[in-house]
């Protein structure tokens, strides 16, 4: 076997590698500041994502609000319509079993 392939499946060698790893991201962890994440506070006022969201939410919540002022005046349209109509069945009925007594007897 070659030396260098023994070298390569040398496991003291490949713990030497990631030790050397190992120190690079320290050293770089070391360098790079940590900042903490922002408070609510911290977060701008004047994101314009959050502006559209806003935005959009508050155009959802008033069609919402139209649909259910239109929904509610279309049920009382349908009432107004229909009661009289449930009222003149109950007389023509009442009208057929009268007839139907009349005629029985």
Do not use: C, Y
Not at 15 to 25: K, P
């Amino acid at each position: 076997m070659p030396e260098e392939v023994k070298e390569a499946r040398d496991p003291a060698a490949w713990m030497a590698v990631l030790d050397q790893l190992a120190g690079s991201l320290d050293r770089s962890l070391e360098l790079t500041p940590v900042t903490p994440p922002p408070t609510p506070s911290q977060e701008p006022a004047n994101n314009p994502a959050l502006q559209v969201i806003d935005q959009r939410l508050a155009q959802m919540q008033a069609s919402m609000e139209r649909a259910e002022q239109h929904a509610a005046e279309a049920e009382r349209q349908l009432t107004a319509v229909f009661e009289p109509l449930r009222q003149w069945l109950e007389q023509l009925r009442a009208s057929q079993e009268k007839l139907a007594e009349q005629v029985t007897a």
